[in-house]
């Protein structure tokens, strides 16, 4: 066919798709077809989109210097041809390469989708002066899509304009439902969990929303403040890593296939390679090298997972980069010449440590540095790192906090009472959708936060001597129905303290630690009891349960002392049951103490949330 018809740009075409369907061999022969046949029809993207297929295909280096002028090509003739604009992304991408990007995407100024491609990438280029009319533009004329106000945010938030920034992704947050091209979920997917990573991908359109702004409400460093600093210092984190850590992309194979890596680390390995040799030598001083055994090896590989690509395509950064845009700058820097450096960041876990090397490459001292654990407890430091993240803003205080629930009024509504042992805190629960639905904030006394049952996000910030400390993590608030039979949480305090929620709340000692030497009293509230006569009757059985103590059987039952009343009371609401222990009752110890309320009248019965305390 060739032969017959040598110039017929249509035919070399077909060939070299035919080509491209074959091994390494066939494909350097559809480059070259496609390349004349590019030649021949300047204006047609199709020669030029295979073109760029081929070089996708080839991968390394020389697939790459094949691919990107050929994908640039086709973005200036028809920026939508296909998916063009997908495959320039996965792309190694400097500044030259950006700037090519925009040239061929400016040829199409009023195209929605170029501008706004190109915009983002006058972003990257820090080129602010240039995007922010562009942007202002596609808000106008597109008021209904995300992306853009997104982008200006973003731009906003890099040049530490952290209001308005704020405002503009409040915005687009708001159109989160309309974002097609997933615009906000790829400005934040490079600090999600793992378990976020798999919410997102069950999230209706509708509910993306409520989902990022859960996600930046779990994220809040500072409830004190109006504004969430973490959005703002996202954004100027990822830019700081875009410059300083991204992809050099030497033999590109690495990061788009699991074999090349497995290769790559696995080559030259010496029989009986021991890891051990390397801790001891960087323990005296020594520099970790990749020439060293075990680091040439990668010691434990990779840790994305079982994926063909690894996670550092998604925001062009190298493994620095990615730890960077969760946890900032390290504490401290080690740099081993060009191939290595360790970095170690002090958290309120401990000291973590990760290494990172150069080789990507295969061989020798090149290619993106990638985490190579050289030392014990470095590969758990780097999983840590590679799947939280932390605002700045320090939060060393350890602190501890219990939470109580109760009802509030007839059972529309629930109290959690939290009790924090620190001078200061303030606490604020958030739905599903990350709107905050109760706040409180005290020094020196418990927080109650009030809001219907239900699951929720507890903020809890904490002070105490100048530190500050930080929980974020899901509480239930139970459920106190007003026609069925509920216990509320336990509270304890010494025995002088007044049968009374508001004085047991007073009463609550530090720490939930009682002294073996002096009466203590347990207090809780029933609802729902069953009344005949205008008479409650109930069964009230306490079961202490003590940590420790030998094992199941009869030293096991002697762990669990049950104290049991049978009680009579006025029909209320409301009921309180209330218990003193003499001293010497419980020996000292640890203990787990459950409540189990027996309404005789109706039949039915009850159990509290268990209470941990210690009796020294």
Known sequence: ?????????????????????????????????????GALDPTNPEPFYYLGQVGLALRGDDGEMIARPALVRVLALNPTYRDAWALWTRLYRGDAERRAAVGALARHAGNRSADC???????????????????????????????????LARLLFEQGRDDEGARAYDAALRLAGRD???????????????????????????????????FWARREPDLATPLNERVGEHFRRMAEAQRVFSLLHPNSRYHHSRAWRTLAGGLGVPPGANLEEVARGIGEGRAPRVTDAPVAAGVAGRLDGEGEETANLEDDLDDRGRIFVRHGAPGQRLVWGLDAETWRYRLPEGMLQVTFARRTAGFGL????????????????????????????????RFAFWPAAFRRGLGSRSELVLFPDSVAATAALLDETGREVARDSATGRALHLVAPPGRYVLALDAERGG??????????LPRFGPDSLAVSSLLVAFGSAAPQRAAMEWAVPAGLRLRADAPMRFF???YGLGAAGGTSRYEAIYRFERAGGGFLGRRGRERITTIGFTREQPADATTIESLVIDPGRL?????RLHLEIVDTVSGTRAASASLQFDLR
């Open 117 to 151: 491609w190109r915009a983002g990438l006058l972003v990257e280029l820090r080129r602010f002066d240039e995007a922010a009319p562009l942007l202002a533009d596609l808000i106008a004329r597109a008021p209904g899509d995300p992306a853009p106000r997104a982008l």
């Open 467 to 476: 530190r500050m400390g930080r929980f974020r993590g899901v509480i239930p």
């Open 1 to 37: 066919m060739e032969r017959v018809h040598p110039d017929d740009p249509r035919v070399l075409t077909l060939l070299g798709r035919i080509h491209l369907g074959w091994p390494v061999f066939g494909r350097y022969r559809a480059e070259s077809l496609l390349a004349r046949a």
């Open 524 to 526: 809780a509230e029933v």
């Open 587 to 591: 020996p000292r110890g640890h203990y």
């Open 180 to 214: 097609t091209g997933a615009v906000l979920w790829r400005q934040v997917r490079s600090i999600a969990t793992p378990g976020e990573r798999a919410t997102f991908r069950r999230t209706s359109p509708e509910d993306r929303e409520a989902f990022l702004r859960l």
């Open 366 to 397: 090149s290619g993106d540095q990638v985490v190579t654990p050289v030392v014990a407890g470095e590969l758990e430091s780097a999983r840590y790192l590679l799947a939280t993240d932390r605002p700045d803003l320090d939060a060393r205080l």
